[in-house]
């Protein structure tokens, strides 16, 4: 008989959220009590967001803070985040993700139009071809 698989760890994601939605926590208060703690005002509900939708992973910075707010211990956190970076789960998104695939660019084309766009002072300008 095969022995069965020892539990995977759990992804950090999913345990953020539970964690924050167990104390009754929003996103906003959730980054309120780390900024907080941390003494850091920088930190926002996006970047919960992020790290709870798995498309950031915290570095060992924000998961000593969340270890002391969520009063969950480090090594918990530390083993998600790595099971999460294990499994990829951060993910490319918008234009570099259709960058990296080879895709086109959209955009507008016709006569005298490559659809290339070129990057400057934030405005997205169309170039000849």
Known sequence: MIPPAPPRPAQLGP????CRLDRGW????AAVELCAAAGVPTLSRHEISRWERQRRVPGGFWL???AVVLDVPLVAL???????RRAGS???TGPRRA???GARPSG???PGRTG??????GARTMTTG
């Open 15 to 18: 345990l953020l959220a539970r």
């Open 26 to 29: 929003s996103q906003q208060r």
């Open 64 to 66: 000593g803070w969340l």
């Open 78 to 84: 530390a083993e998600a985040a790595a099971a999460t």
């Open 90 to 92: 951060t993910r490319a």
């Open 99 to 101: 960058a990296v695939a």
């Open 108 to 110: 507008p084309t016709g």
């Open 116 to 121: 290339r766009t070129t990057r400057g002072s």
